[in-house]
C-alpha cells in the first residue's frame, strides 16, 4: 500500500484549485473512503493548528477539518515516531468494508513519503519522511471517558444502558460478521455522536480472523492495561473473548465511574451488585414512579451482572457480543425509564 499511494500522491497533488473535487467526495455520506493529499488536509486543519485540535493519544492527534461548506471531519495525524505501516493498513483496510451504525465511518486516508537530505555530523543522508493520516466522520460529544461519573451525577441511566447496548451492537457486528477483534477497547475509543449514540473508533491494534480461525497466540501485547484480559497479557492468547473483557470493564467503569470490581469469592460479588443498584435506585426515585423504577433498577442489576459475568478469568466462560446483546434487546424498556407520562407530579408521594 505504502509505494502505491506514495506513487499515487505524487501524481496526482492538486492544486489550491482543485480542493473542491476532494470536497465534493467527502459531502456523500455513504462514500467509500478516498485517499486525500495532505496539502488538502493541511488547508482544512489550517496547516493542523493547535486551535483545531480535538484530541492527542498515545498514537497520533487528531484535528477537526472544516470544509468550505461547513461540515467538518476529524483528521488523525500519526506520530512519525509511532508509524507502523501494518498498523495503519489495518485500520484502513478493516474499516472501508466495515458499515455499521456502531462503528466510527472512516471517510478517507492519506499516505504519502518524500525524501530528504538531512544533515548526521560532517555527511549528508537520504532520509525518508512519512505522513500517514486518516479521517473519519465528525462527532460532536467526544469519547466516552470525558461523560464517565458515579452513579449519582452525570448521564441519565437512560443514556448509559443504550450506550452499553450501543457498543455490544458494533462489537456483535465486528465479531460475527466482519471476523475482526478490536484489541484495544476502552472508553477513548468510543466516540459519541450528537444524540449520544457510541461508535467504535481506532483499529490499529485489531486482527482480522479467517473463517475457520478462532484464536491465536502471539508474541506482541499491543492494548491498555486495565481493559486488556489476564490470557491476553500472560499467554499472548487472542480470541473473541478478549473484547469481551475489555467490555467488562468499560460497563462498570459506565455504571460506577471507576473500574474497581470483586476479582474472588461469591459474597463480594453480591455485595458489589447490591451496592451498585442501591445507588442508581436511590438517584432514580426521586424522578420515576415505582413501576419504573422497578423496570430501571432491573435494568441497571441484570447489567452490572452482564459487566462482571465479562470479567470471568476463564475465558470459555464469558458471555458473546451475541448473548449480552440479546440480554440487553430483551431488557428494553429505556423509553420507559424517562417517559415524563410516567414521572410522578411533583409533591407526588
Known amino acids: 500500500m505504502g509505494n502505491e499511494a506514495r506513487t499515487h500522491a505524487n501524481n496526482s497533488l492538486p492544486n489550491t484549485m482543485d480542493f473542491g473535487i476532494f470536497e465534493n467526495m467527502l459531502q456523500e455520506p455513504s462514500v467509500?473512503?478516498?485517499?486525500?493529499?495532505?496539502?488538502?488536509?493541511?488547508?482544512?486543519?489550517?496547516?493542523?493548528?493547535?486551535?483545531?485540535?480535538?484530541g492527542k493519544g498515545g498514537y497520533g492527534v487528531v484535528y477537526k477539518g472544516m470544509l468550505q461548506n461547513g461540515k467538518m471531519i476529524a483528521v488523525k495525524k500519526l506520530f512519525e515516531m509511532q508509524l507502523e505501516d501494518d498498523q495503519f493498513q489495518n485500520e484502513v483496510t478493516y474499516l472501508i468494508g466495515v458499515k455499521h451504525q456502531n462503528i466510527v465511518q472512516l471517510v478517507g486516508y492519506c499516505a504519502e513519503s518524500r525524501w530528504e537530505a538531512t544533515q548526521v555530523g560532517e555527511k549528508y543522508v537520504m532520509a525518508e519522511t512519512r505522513t500517514r493520516l486518516l479521517c473519519f466522520e465528525y462527532l460532536e460529544n467526544n469519547s466516552l471517558d470525558k461523560h464517565l461519573s458515579a452513579e449519582s451525577c452525570g448521564l441519565e441511566w437512560h443514556i448509559r444502558y443504550d450506550i452499553i447496548r450501543g457498543v455490544c451492537s458494533g462489537l456483535r457486528y465486528l465479531h460475527d460478521e466482519c471476523r475482526i477483534i478490536h484489541l484495544d477497547l476502552k472508553p477513548q475509543n468510543i466516540l459519541l455522536d450528537d444524540h449520544m449514540m457510541p461508535k467504535l473508533v481506532d483499529f490499529g491494534m485489531s486482527r482480522l480472523f479467517g473463517k475457520q480461525q478462532s484464536r491465536v497466540i502471539t508474541e506482541s501485547r499491543g492494548g491498555t492495561f486495565g481493559y486488556m484480559a489476564p490470557e491476553y497479557i500472560i499467554n499472548g492468547l487472542i480470541t473473541t473473548k478478549s473484547d469481551i473483557f475489555s467490555l467488562g470493564i468499560i460497563v462498570i467503569e459506565l455504571m460506577t465511574g471507576h473500574r474497581k470490581y470483586p476479582e474472588s469469592s461469591e459474597t463480594p460479588f453480591e455485595d458489589f451488585i447490591e451496592n451498585v443498584v442501591a445507588n442508581w435506585r436511590h438517584r432514580l426515585e426521586k424522578t420515576l414512579s415505582y413501576r419504573a423504577l422497578e423496570t430501571c433498577s432491573e435494568q441497571v442489576n441484570r447489567c452490572i451482572v452482564l459487566g462482571l459475568n465479562c470479567l470471568n478469568p476463564d475465558p470459555s466462560k464469558r458471555p458473546s457480543a451475541s448473548d449480552i446483546l440479546q440480554t440487553l434487546n430483551e431488557l428494553d424498556g429505556t423509553n420507559f425509564c424517562f417517559d415524563m407520562n410516567d414521572v410522578p407530579a411533583v409533591g407526588q408521594v
Open 32 to 54: 467509500t473512503p478516498i485517499f486525500l493529499p495532505v496539502e488538502f488536509l493541511k488547508a482544512i486543519t489550517h496547516n493542523f493548528s493547535n486551535e483545531q485540535e480535538l
